[in-house]
Structure formats: C-alpha cells, structure tokens
Nanobody, 123 residues
Framework: QVQLVQSGGGLVQAGTSVRLSCKAS????????LAWFRQAPGKDRDFVAA????????VYADSVKGRFTISKDSAENTVYLQMNSLESEDTAVYYC????????????????WGQGTQVTVSS
C-alpha cells in the first residue's frame, strides 16, 4: 500500500505561479513513477506530467510543456509540480498518482491516488 498526501494549490491570478506537493509513503513507494493529473468540472481526468523512478526522466502534456515543471525529492519521496504562467484553462482539481513502474499518460494504469487539490486561476 502507498499513501499520497497532497498540499498546495488555491486561488491564483492568471499569469502567476503556484507549486503543488505530494508526499508518498509506504513500503514500495520509491519503486513507482509519480505523476500529476487534473480534472476540470465535467471533463475527464487528464495527464499533466510524470517523473520516472530515478527522478531524472520527465514527460509532459503538450498543454503544459514549457510552463509546468515536475520534480522529485527522492530522499523525501515527494513530487512537486511547479506551475508558472497559469491560465484560466489550468483551473481544475489536481491529483498526484503512483503505482506503476513505467511512465504512463493513462490514468487507469495508476493504482494509488492523492486526495486532490483545487487550483483556480482567475483571469
């Protein structure tokens, strides 16, 4: 079992930045990829970014590439999502996820999920 606890987010203005954190704990927590997904009202849960087990390989959705940065503190088994130049379209509930050893953009391949955190971008 792996537990994910998220923090960060809130109400921000367009063009500003916010950072999300997600700490993973549990016996096999450091064996898995860590990823971020987001879900806007009435929409599917979409892939945002993922970081490999080694913390060096990263993958991004095209919609956030160049604006968002995913990083991992391996000692703390914590993943971060630095979100810059925020747009109203980034408004969503953001979820961290883990449980797969291979980087994937597909939500159903992740087993464990954080509690979700709301990010609202006002224009």
């Amino acid at each position: 079992q792996v537990q994910l606890v998220q923090s960060g987010g809130g109400l921000v203005q367009a063009g500003t930045s916010v950072r999300l954190s997600c700490k993973a704990s549990g016996r096999w927590a450091n064996h898995y990829v860590l990823a971020w997904f987001r879900q806007a009202p009435g929409k599917d849960r979409d892939f945002v970014a993922a970081v490999g087990r080694d913390g060096s390989s990263t993958v991004y959705a095209d919609s956030v590439k160049g604006r968002f940065t995913i990083s991992k503190d391996s000692a703390e088994n914590t993943v971060y999502l630095q979100m810059n130049s925020l747009e109203s379209e980034d408004t969503a509930v953001y979820y961290c996820a883990t449980g797969t050893p291979v980087v994937s953009r597909i939500a159903r391949q992740y087993v464990y999920w954080g509690q979700g955190t709301q990010v609202t971008v006002s224009s």
